[in-house]
C-alpha cells in the first residue's frame, strides 16, 4: 500500500506503544523464585451497555462482537498468567519445603561425629532417593504447566491479531479520507 510521505511517518507512529517493563522481585526464601510484579495491569474501558454488569474477574460479560472482546481477552490473557505464576510459585514452594525437610531428616539421622565423607555419602544417596521419588510429580508438574502456558499463548495470539486487524482498518479509513 502506498503512502504519501507525510502519512508515512504519521502511520509509523501509530505502532509505538507504551513502553511497558514488569518488574522483578528478590528471591522467595523457599520456592526460590523471582516474582514478577506486571506493570501492564489495567482496567479495561466500560462501555455504557457494560457499566452495569461488569465485573473485572467474570470473562463471560465480554462480546465477541465489539471492541470490549479485545479488552476481555487482554484481561483473559492477564489473568491466566498470574494464575500460572501462582502455580509455579506454589509448586516450588510445597516441593522445597518437602526437600528441605527430608535433607534435615537426613542429616539428623546421623551422629553428630560423622565425618564430612559421611555426611556427603549420605546426601548424595539422598539426592538419587529424591530424583526418582520425585520424577513422576515432577513430570505432571511440567506438563500442565506446559499445557497452561499453551492455553494462555492462543487468547494473546487471537488478541494480538484483532488489535492488528481493527489498526489496520483504521489506517485504511484515514488514509482513503486523507488522501482524496
Not at 526460590?32 to 495491569?41: K, Q
Not at 538419587?128 to 510429580?137: F, K, L, S, Y
Not at 492462543?154 to 481493527?166: A, G, I, L, M, Y
Request: glycine content about 2%.
Amino acid at each position: 500500500m502506498y503512502l504519501p510521505s507525510g502519512c508515512r511517518w504519521f502511520a509509523r507512529t501509530l505502532h509505538v506503544s507504551a513502553r511497558r517493563q514488569h518488574l522483578v522481585g528478590p528471591n522467595d526464601p523457599v520456592s526460590n523464585l523471582r516474582p514478577i510484579i506486571y506493570t501492564d495491569l489495567q482496567t479495561p474501558p466500560k462501555t455504557r451497555s457494560e457499566s452495569k454488569a461488569y465485573h473485572p474477574y467474570s470473562l463471560e460479560e465480554f462480546s465477541d462482537t465489539s471492541s470490549s472482546s479485545i479488552h476481555g481477552l487482554e484481561l483473559q490473557f492477564k489473568l491466566k498468567r498470574e494464575e500460572l505464576d501462582a502455580l509455579n510459585h506454589n509448586y516450588w514452594t510445597e516441593s522445597n519445603e518437602r526437600f528441605e525437610a527430608a535433607k534435615a531428616s537426613i542429616l539428623s539421622s546421623l551422629p553428630a561425629s560423622a565425618s564430612s565423607e559421611t555426611r556427603e555419602h549420605a546426601l548424595s544417596e539422598f539426592y538419587g532417593m529424591w530424583v526418582a521419588q520425585e520424577r513422576e510429580r515432577q513430570e505432571e508438574y511440567s506438563n500442565e504447566w506446559r499445557k497452561r502456558n499453551f492455553e494462555n499463548i492462543s487468547p494473546r495470539c487471537t488478541h494480538r491479531v484483532r488489535t492488528s486487524q481493527e489498526a489496520d482498518i483504521w489506517l485504511n479509513q484515514w488514509t482513503r479520507v486523507h488522501t482524496s
